[in-house]
């Protein structure tokens, strides 16, 4: 089970996807809302948080996670602060009862991770693709347009037509069609 538990915060936040199963993992830890309290309520003994980008709203409460469970954190660079564990491009990453496929997928940050699953037809897109084709800013330190658009690139090429979920790190999630809006992004990202 996938829940957002930013889902209703009224402040500037990354969503924060708790992946409940074998392996419960918090993808990404917003900021500004009660993270911990939110796990909490829904009884969730965590086992790991794992990072799609470590820019502040992505990460803001990540010290209270890994203090409140004990975890450890995962992402692309150990040199990012908090980042505890590597994961390297094409790694296998068990979150909640399936293994997804991490792509990095530089553009928006250079540490940035998409996470794939066919098995669960599911794509973790943290800040690269957003819903109707929006994609991740460029204009932020480590931006760069040309590296983003070959990212989106990469995920299209990677994901399945039939892809079912996409979470992105911002707005609502994509169940409806999600392959057509990371190809839309693909194109916006081109005109930019």
């Not at 500037?12 to 309520?41: H, K, P, Q, Y």
């Not at 940050?109 to 957003?130: E, M, P, R, T």
Request: negative net charge; aromatic residues 6%.
């Amino acid at each position: 089970m996938i829940t957002n538990l930013a889902q209703g915060v009224q402040a500037f936040t990354s969503n924060a996807f708790l992946v409940e199963g074998e392996r419960t993992v918090l993808v990404d830890t917003g900021s500004n809302f009660d993270a911990v309290g939110r796990i909490r309520e829904r009884d969730a003994d965590l086992d790991a948080v794992v990072l799609t980008h470590t820019h502040h709203d992505h990460v803001g409460n990540l010290q209270s996670v890994e203090d409140a469970f004990g975890v450890e954190t995962w992402g692309f660079d150990t040199d990012q602060p908090g980042v505890d564990n590597a994961i390297a491009d094409e790694e296998t990453v068990r979150l909640g009862d399936h293994a997804y496929t991490a792509l990095h997928t530089p553009g928006h940050k250079n540490d940035h991770l998409c996470f794939y699953s066919s098995a669960a037809s599911v794509l973790f897109a943290g800040d690269l693709i957003f819903q109707n084709g929006s994609f991740g800013r460029t204009d932020l330190e480590e931006g760069d347009r040309r590296r983003l658009v070959e990212s989106i690139d990469r995920v299209r090429d990677t994901v399945d037509e039939h892809l079912a979920e996409m979470h992105v790190g911002h707005g609502p999630s994509v169940t409806t069609d999600p392959y057509q809006d990371v190809e839309l992004a693909g194109r916006a990202a081109r005109m930019g």
